[in-house]
């Protein structure tokens, strides 16, 4: 099968180019021709690609910030070999990738992943730019697209609410990861040593993009409150900026956090698994995610985590009692980060039965095969019709 992905494709983006590699690193390790099409700007990095996975990066336009992703490369490519594949997998929705296949009519069947984004949270955000992308077709497209793909029944009845009716072919396969990527661990304070933080305090740890969505707003002034009880705990906020350093920053210096808060930036690989490591608590207090690749990363690590049921799979968390929930609010922020530094053995048990979770549900190479047979299941959706 040769299969096209339309994203956006750097480490900047975080999550969904995770999702991506994993996938496209089981298709192609069993045959399958995979092409990742990414409009990139001057300074983003590419996503590491897996072995047989062609990456073709086609520059953004300066109208991306206008219609994001706008890139005249991106239509010429597809323009030109758009119709050499079998399927493309759009990702997302709301950009010059999510359109442009249509717009062409291009003849490969298609498959949607949402990624989270037709939640009321984000729809609110952006909406008269959102309703007249909808309106120039993009619902109509996404009506029409063969099968849809999301992490979890939460996204099918958005996709429900946003089309104003059922999907017929709607597959719900949840994010993954390898296990084994987690299982071993760099020693204990390694992270640490680097940044200076000393081996008595606890690490409050949050890993993701630096954006308003993911909680920022109730975690600082909840971690504010218990700096002030706890003279022993560090907060490490690490992830590339979207949109939310400046508040960040300017928070810090108001309160005096300088010596409490870390900005380390986006951290990677063995970076990453140190900070898991070293962390004491992982914490995610978003309003909306699609599948939140961070907090289950945390979670196969063993690290204590303190997550919001808007984390894509909540229904998980709840039946393995793996993570403490908490609202998205200030109180109940600082009331779950309170209760986990209060109870160690508490949060143990939580940790180990994330793990639990982990091994029983988010193996990536199952669920990567059972996206294959949704690619199969839309080819033949398409030539049926």
């Given at each position: 099968m040769?299969?096209?992905?339309?994203?956006?494709?750097?480490?900047?983006?975080?999550?969904?180019?995770?999702?991506?590699?994993?996938?496209?690193?089981?298709?192609?390790?069993?045959?399958?021709?995979?092409?990742?099409?990414?409009?990139?700007?001057?300074?983003?990095?590419?996503?590491?690609?897996?072995?047989?996975?062609?990456?073709?990066?086609?520059?953004?336009?300066?109208?991306?910030?206008?219609?994001?992703?706008?890139?005249?490369?991106?239509?010429?490519?597809?323009?030109?070999?758009?119709?050499?594949?079998?399927?493309?997998?759009?990702?997302?929705?709301?950009?010059?990738?999510?359109?442009?296949?249509?717009?062409?009519?291009?003849?490969?069947?298609?498959?949607?992943t949402?990624?989270?984004l037709?939640?009321?949270?984000?729809?609110?955000?952006?909406?008269?730019?959102?309703?007249?992308?909808?309106?120039?077709?993009?619902?109509?497209?996404?009506?029409?697209?063969?099968?849809?793909?999301?992490?979890n029944?939460?996204?099918?009845?958005?996709?429900?609410?946003?089309?104003?009716?059922?999907?017929?072919?709607?597959?719900?396969?949840?994010?993954?990861?390898?296990?084994?990527?987690?299982?071993?661990?760099?020693?204990?304070?390694?992270?640490?040593?680097?940044?200076?933080?000393?081996?008595?305090?606890?690490i409050?740890?949050?890993?993701?993009?630096?954006?308003?969505?993911?909680?920022?707003?109730?975690?600082?002034?909840?971690?504010?409150?218990?700096?002030?009880?706890?003279?022993?705990?560090?907060?490490?906020?690490?992830?590339?900026?979207?949109?939310?350093?400046?508040?960040?920053?300017?928070?810090?210096?108001?309160h005096?956090?300088?010596?409490?808060?870390?900005?380390?930036?986006?951290?990677?690989?063995?970076?990453?698994?140190?900070?898991?490591?070293?962390?004491?608590?992982f914490?995610?207090?978003?309003?909306?995610?699609?599948?939140?690749?961070?907090?289950l990363e945390?979670?196969?690590?063993?690290?204590?985590?303190?997550?919001?049921e808007?984390?894509?799979?909540?229904?998980?968390?709840?039946?393995?009692?793996?993570?403490?929930?908490?609202?998205?609010?200030e109180?109940?922020?600082?009331?779950?980060?309170?209760?986990?530094?209060?109870?160690?053995?508490?949060?143990?048990?939580?940790?180990?039965?994330?793990?639990?979770?982990?091994?029983?549900?988010?193996?990536?190479?199952?669920?990567?095969?059972?996206?294959?047979?949704?690619?199969?299941?839309?080819?033949?959706?398409?030539?049926?019709?």
């Open positions: 040769k299969i096209l992905h339309i994203c956006a494709y750097t480490w900047a983006i975080g999550g969904p180019a995770k999702m991506i590699f994993d996938h496209t690193r089981v298709h192609a390790a069993e045959g399958h021709q995979v092409t990742i099409l990414t409009p990139v700007s001057a300074d983003d990095v590419i996503y590491e690609t897996a072995p047989g996975v062609v990456v073709v990066p086609v520059p953004r336009h300066w109208f991306s910030r206008f219609f994001p992703e706008f890139s005249i490369g991106l239509w010429d490519y597809l323009r030109e070999h758009g119709n050499d594949f079998d399927l493309i997998h759009v990702h997302g929705l709301w950009h010059f990738g999510s359109v442009a296949p249509y717009l062409l009519n291009l003849k490969p069947s298609k498959l949607l949402t990624h989270g037709l939640d009321r949270w984000t729809i609110r955000h952006s909406y008269w730019k959102k309703q007249l992308i909808s309106w120039a077709g993009q619902r109509k497209w996404t009506a029409n697209t063969p099968v849809i793909h999301v992490n029944q939460s996204e099918v009845d958005d996709v429900r609410r946003y089309l104003g009716h059922p999907h017929p072919h709607v597959a719900i396969i949840p994010n993954g990861l390898r296990p084994a990527e987690f299982s071993q661990l760099p020693p204990r304070g390694q992270f640490r040593q680097e940044f200076g933080i000393r081996p008595d305090q606890k409050i740890l949050f890993l993701s993009r630096l954006n308003l969505k993911k909680g920022l707003d109730v975690l600082l002034p909840a971690f504010r409150r218990i700096s002030t009880e706890r003279p022993d705990v560090q907060l490490v906020l690490a992830g590339p900026d979207d949109g939310y350093l400046s508040t960040i920053q300017q928070f810090i210096r108001q005096h956090l300088e010596d409490r808060v870390l900005l380390p930036g986006m951290l990677i690989k063995e970076q990453k698994l140190a900070v898991f490591a070293d962390a004491d608590i914490t995610l207090p978003t309003y909306s995610e699609s599948f939140a690749i961070a907090a945390a979670l196969a690590t063993g690290t204590p985590s303190l997550l919001t808007h984390v894509g799979f909540g229904d998980y968390l709840r039946s393995y009692q793996a993570a403490h929930l908490c609202e998205p609010t109180q109940s922020v600082y009331d779950g980060l309170n209760y986990l530094l209060d109870n160690p053995d508490k949060a143990a048990q939580l940790a180990h039965n994330a793990q639990r979770m982990i091994a029983n549900e988010c193996d990536i190479d199952v669920l990567a095969r059972r996206l294959l047979i949704e690619y199969e299941r839309a080819i033949s959706l398409k030539s049926a019709a």
